[in-house]
């Protein structure tokens, strides 16, 4: 089936440090991909999205690219914030299907 | 500003008791979701309902009830639940015009069960 699979955390880091979120998925069709962030005691919050092949979705300093090649969509950032702590989720959409599949998430957590 | 409201933002409820969850999205979407997130474990989708109708429904045990009187709101009714369901219950709603739509969620509602 349809899955996606992303690096257990936490990831801890301090500020300023480099971030990478690693997220595969299944090669199965032509899924759009999302990154979705859960700031504590809130719900999703859609960070970015790309939709094909070659495609990189950016949104406050956060980057990923659709890579097809090796089916992955790893989040980064060139420099975190204490902010930035939270939960980060990848999601794939199929086409013609109206659900999201998640990974577990990720917890990201940036000490000063 | 989400777009996305859901009422109340907590619940603590006794096993017998009955409540209801309250979802409204002012986006104009016509999509609308009813997620369930628990400690350590990945989003489980719940219900969908697409233009006011339901279209997906994963194996949820009968004391969760949704309803969907219109495209803006979505309510979750519950009854005789079990403390295993305490979890934070997420509502979503998109617009389904192409094959690439996004979702957009409320807050949550962090539900106990005693």
């Known amino acids: 089936g349809n899955s996606v699979t992303q690096m257990e955390g936490p990831v801890t880091l301090s500020e300023e440090a480099f971030l990478t979120i690693n997220c595969t998925y299944t090669a199965t069709g032509y899924p759009s991909l999302f990154w979705y962030v859960q700031y504590p005691g809130e719900g999703l919050q859609l960070l970015l999205k790309?939709?094909?092949?070659?495609d990189k979705g950016s949104n406050k300093g956060f980057e990923a690219t659709y890579r097809k090649e090796t089916t992955s969509f790893h989040l980064e950032k060139g420099s975190v914030q204490v902010s930035d702590s939270a939960v980060y989720f990848c999601?794939?959409?199929?086409?013609?299907?109206?659900?999201?599949?998640f990974g577990k998430g990720t917890m990201l957590l940036v000490s000063p | 500003e989400t777009g996305v409201t859901q009422t109340p933002r907590h619940l603590v409820m006794g096993m017998t008791n009955k409540k209801s969850l309250k979802c409204e999205q002012h986006?104009?979407?016509?999509?609308m979701y009813w997620y369930k997130q628990s400690a350590k474990k990945p989003l489980e989708l719940m219900f969908v309902y697409s233009l006011e109708e339901r279209v997906e429904n994963n194996s949820v045990p009968s004391r969760f009830s949704p309803e969907c009187p219109n495209s803006s709101h979505l309510f979750l009714h519950l009854h005789t639940l079990q403390p295993e369901d305490s979890a934070l219950y997420l509502c979503?709603?998109?617009?389904?015009?192409?094959?690439?739509?996004?979702?957009?969620f409320g807050p949550g509602t962090r539900l106990t069960v005693t």
């Open positions: 999601a794939r959409l199929d086409s013609g299907y109206s659900t999201l599949t």
């Open positions: 986006l104009g979407h016509n999509a």
């Open positions: 979503a709603s998109s617009l389904e015009t192409s094959s690439h739509y996004e979702q957009y």
């Open positions: 790309a939709t094909k092949a070659d």
